[in-house]
T-cell receptor, first 116, second 113 residues
Framework: NAGVMQNPRHLVRRRGQEARLRCSPMKGHSHVYWYRQLPEEGLKFMVYLQKENIIDESGMPKERFSAEFPKEGPSILRIQQVVRGDSAAYFC??????????????FGEGSWLTVV | QKEVEQNSGPLSVPEGAIASLNCTYSDRGSQSFFWYRQYSGKSPELIMFIYSNGDKEDGRFTAQLNKASQYVSLLIRDSQPSDSATYLCAATAGGTSYGKLTFGQGTILTVHP
């Protein structure tokens, strides 16, 4: 999982600010997933992206959250006007093209967001 | 709401014993099942995946799947203190062909010397 790079690893934001989390998938991977782990809760799927396309965003909160995976550069998870309830660990995962089952998904080290 | 449920734990076993972790899932469309280990403050690390009924063994770990009962388990033989972690069970979402996983809440395992 060391191949999926996330930054920043730790981020502190005041309420109302914006948080941007970045994820570079493993080399050769074109599928990116974002998961969120709230304190004392399990991992929850947020969004699945391929280059320049959002494939499944069924787990994304309806407001303030957005994700992109541009043709060039990392995938970005953006949280606008953060609130304390957004404090969580955000994990990015990636998988190679042409695969379906999750056994080829690799997780990054995570980005820990703290909203004060 | 499709769910994955794990035995709540925490589970404590002595070093050298067998640790048994259990998981049930509600989505009959789930095809693949996974066990991840997560140390505090770290990311999930894949231990095993299984998609056929029966047992799958890898070293000290054995995953068992019973689709009729919608039940998945993980056995850890010769448990070591380094196995102490939270174990997450996950299932692929039915109707999807990609890595959309539904995770259980996790079971905390402590292996004491």
């Amino acid at each position: 999982n060391a191949g999926v790079m996330q930054n920043p690893r730790h981020l502190v934001r005041r309420r109302g600010q914006e948080a941007r989390l970045r994820c570079s998938p493993m080399k050769g991977h074109s599928h990116v997933y974002w998961y969120r782990q709230l304190p004392e809760e399990g991992l929850k799927f947020m969004v699945y992206l391929q280059k320049e396309n959002i494939i499944d965003e069924s787990g994304m909160p309806k407001e303030r959250f957005s994700a992109e995976f541009p043709k060039e550069g990392p995938s970005i998870l953006r949280i606008q006007q953060v609130v304390r309830g957004d404090s969580a660990a955000y994990f990015c995962a990636s998988s190679p093209p042409g695969t379906g089952s999750g056994n080829t998904i690799y997780f990054g080290e995570g980005s820990w967001l703290t909203v004060v | 709401q499709k769910e994955v449920e794990q035995n709540s734990g925490p589970l404590s076993v002595p070093e050298g014993a067998i640790a048994s972790l259990n998981c049930t899932y509600s989505d009959r469309g789930s095809q693949s099942f996974f066990w991840y280990r997560q140390y505090s403050g770290k990311s999930p690390e894949l231990i095993m995946f299984i998609y056929s009924n029966g047992d799958k063994e890898d070293g000290r770990f054995t995953a068992q799947l019973n689709k009729a009962s919608q039940y998945v388990s993980l056995l850890i033989r010769d448990s070591q203190p380094s196995d102490s972690a939270t174990y997450l069970c996950a299932a692929t979402a039915g109707g999807t062909s990609y890595g959309k996983l539904t995770f259980g809440q996790g079971t905390i395992l402590t292996v004491h010397p």
